[in-house]
């Protein structure tokens, strides 16, 4: 009767011991196994977007990123800001999203989305928006792009926008 319980513990010391690193430190964001995705190693591109229209309308900018280096990481959300002036709106993360770790090899590609809601030019409400401000986990270099798709609404005033980011995806095959 004994057998079950000593095979259980045997095969589980077997599976810990083929878990263990091959000799790298046991460290997994060595330049072999990837490492925080960074704006030098990786080619972006800010849309196409399905804008709004009008004020109170919903758009959609997506985000692409293609790995053109070694092999990295994008390990949490993606951070994003929107710049109007001196005026800088941290983009909190959609409700419900929960980030995955994604490991990109060269050529592979992950994207995200920007969901924001257009407001109403020149209102106290609304981020009259020029520029957006990304930046991707782990990493604390930034890349900015032009904001072309209109004011952004605020929930309490324009230092609060209704705008929000997603999670990583996959993107391709």
């Known amino acids: 009767m004994r057998t079950i319980p000593l095979a259980v513990a045997a095969l589980a010391s077997a599976l810990l011991l083929?878990?263990?690193?091959?000799?790298?430190?046991?460290g997994s964001s060595d330049s072999k196994n990837g490492s925080a995705c960074s704006f030098d190693g990786v080619a972006v591109q800010v849309g196409p977007a399905s804008t709004a229209p009008a004020a109170g309308d919903t758009g959609e900018v997506p985000v692409s990123l293609t790995n053109q280096s070694k092999p990295c990481d994008l390990n949490g959300f993606p951070g994003a800001t929107l710049e109007s002036?001196?005026?800088?709106?941290?983009?909190?993360?959609?409700?419900?999203?929960?980030?995955?770790?994604?490991?990109l090899a060269k050529g592979d590609a992950a994207s995200f989305t920007v969901t924001y809601v257009r407001g109403k030019a020149g209102?106290?409400?609304?981020?009259?928006?020029?520029?957006?401000?990304?930046?991707?986990?782990?990493?604390?270099?930034?890349?900015?792009?032009?904001?072309?798709?209109?004011?952004?609404q605020g929930k309490s005033d324009a230092s609060d926008s209704d705008a929000s980011v997603s999670a990583f995806t996959q993107a391709g095959d």
């Open 18 to 26: 083929t878990a263990c690193d091959s000799g790298s430190g046991g």
């Open 123 to 152: 209102d106290k409400l609304s981020l009259a928006a020029t520029k957006l401000v990304i930046t991707l986990p782990g990493r604390s270099d930034s890349a900015s792009y032009k904001w072309s798709y209109g004011p952004v």
């Open 85 to 103: 002036g001196g005026t800088k709106v941290v983009l909190s993360t959609q409700k419900g999203a929960k980030a995955q770790k994604l490991k």
